[in-house]
């Protein structure tokens, strides 16, 4: 996982929450936008009121469908914030992918260094959160990392992560 997070007005854009402006987008739907990303229709509203209110614009217009059913669309603000989101996330990529970019800076990142594995369990703090990893081997790989990492990847038990080693700490990552 990159510890690497879009900021818009200096305020943080997390993954989850610009997936929820794609799909709302694709989707042209909270409710259906909510049912893609397995989230309920509150957590998803919720999700977008709080980036909403961290940003300090709407992102998002809503109407009422009666018969034909509601349906929402992003604002001009929810579009800009979505293609700097994607081209951000398109240029990560390419570094991440760049092998001969890791070794020049002695940093290489292998199959070695990641461990797929299951969530057996989630021990929040007011800070920090505590993931238990089982991974194939059989073990149990412990990871501490924050509180909002657990909330914004919608970390529980029973979903399948990577562990990424890194040579001083553990970080979870979850596609």
């Known amino acids: 996982m990159v ?8 305020q943080p854009v997390f993954e ?6 794609l799909r709302i987008k694709e989707h042209g739907s909270l409710a259906r936008a909510a049912e893609a990303l397995s989230l309920s229709y ?5 999700r977008l009121r709080k980036l909403e209110g961290r940003l300090g614009r709407r992102l998002v217009r809503t109407f009422r469908g009666g018969a034909m059913g ?3 669309s992003l604002t001009e603000f929810g579009e800009e914030v979505l293609r700097r989101y994607l081209l951000f996330k ?9 092998e ?13 260094n990641r461990l797929k594995g299951i969530v057996r369990s989630v021990e929040k703090g007011d800070v920090a959160a505590r993931v238990s990893i089982e991974i194939e081997t059989p073990c149990v790989i412990t990871a501490l990392i924050t509180r909002e990492a657990v ?10 992560v990577e562990a990424v080693i890194k040579a001083t700490e553990v970080m979870v990552a979850k596609e």
């Open 42 to 46: 509150k957590a998803a509203w919720l």
């Open 100 to 112: 001969e970019y890791w070794e020049a800076l002695c940093m290489k990142i292998s199959a070695r």
């Open 90 to 98: 398109s240029y990560l990529r390419g570094v991440l992918e760049d």
């Open 3 to 10: 510890d690497a997070v879009l900021e818009v007005g200096g």
């Open 151 to 160: 909330e914004t990847l919608d970390i529980k038990e029973g979903d399948e």
């Open 16 to 21: 989850a929450e610009a997936e929820l402006l």
């Open 70 to 72: 509601g349906g929402a």
